[in-house]
């Protein structure tokens, strides 16, 4: 079976194990998921694997507010002990998931936390599209499926691109810190202020706006 960038993505957001260890993997078995997953645990590849069960109730709340005060971020980041949320890891990791959430403007941490109503008016939508497209009515439900993961990956914290490195999601940028860090880390909720939201005003690019910051 040929591997295919979906295939390497799906396993490294699984386990947190680097992009070019997953495809080895994936290479050696063959394309077969689940036993690459089980080549990168036995080489130690796939730590954040084994953590992601323990209980998490230590952390900090960390913030971001975007120059000259037009956005505010609250963010609740948990770890496993008080050790561990003190370090610079934990400390930077929580500064970067607010300037996320500052820059990306995600609604939700992860897909699970979608209101169903929200999904069915957005597959609603998406199916109105792809008919007014002219596709064929029996491929449009897969089609729907197909652009409903764009949906996830624009509003979904977890399946966002990473702002600082495009190539990592921040899935996997949790599971590299789980790796490292060695406890469990989890990102349990948000909340995001915008000066005058939902008033008329000009659309500005605040992705790189809180990049231009993060070079001062």
Do not use: W
């Not at 209101?115 to 109105?128: M, S």
């Amino acid at each position: 079976m040929a591997v295919t960038a979906a295939m390497v993505k799906e396993i490294r957001e699984k386990t947190g194990a680097g992009m070019l260890d997953c495809k080895k993997a994936l290479d050696e078995t063959n394309g077969d998921i689940t036993r690459a997953m089980e080549i990168l645990r036995e080489k130690g590849l796939a730590a954040a694997a084994n953590k992601t069960g323990r209980v998490a109730t230590e952390g900090s709340v960390g913030s971001y507010i975007h120059a000259g005060g037009r956005i505010g971020v609250l963010v609740e980041v948990n770890c496993e002990t008080d050790f561990v949320a003190k370090t610079d890891e934990f400390k930077d990791f929580v500064k970067d998931i607010a300037m996320q959430i500052s820059a990306a403007n995600p609604r939700y941490v992860r897909r699970e936390e979608v209101p169903q109503g929200d999904l069915d008016k957005e597959r609603e939508i998406l199916k109105a599209q792809a008919l007014n497209e002219g596709k064929p009515a029996h491929i449009v439900d897969k089609m729907v499926e197909g652009r409903l993961a764009k949906y996830y990956e624009e509003f979904c914290l977890m399946e966002q691109s990473f702002i600082k490195d495009p190539d990592k999601t921040i899935s996997s940028l949790l599971n590299e810190k789980i790796s490292k860090i060695g406890e469990n880390i989890s990102i349990r909720r948000f909340v995001r202020f915008e000066l005058g939201e939902g008033l008329e005003k000009k659309v500005d690019n605040f992705v790189e706006e809180v990049m231009a910051q993060t070079k001062k």
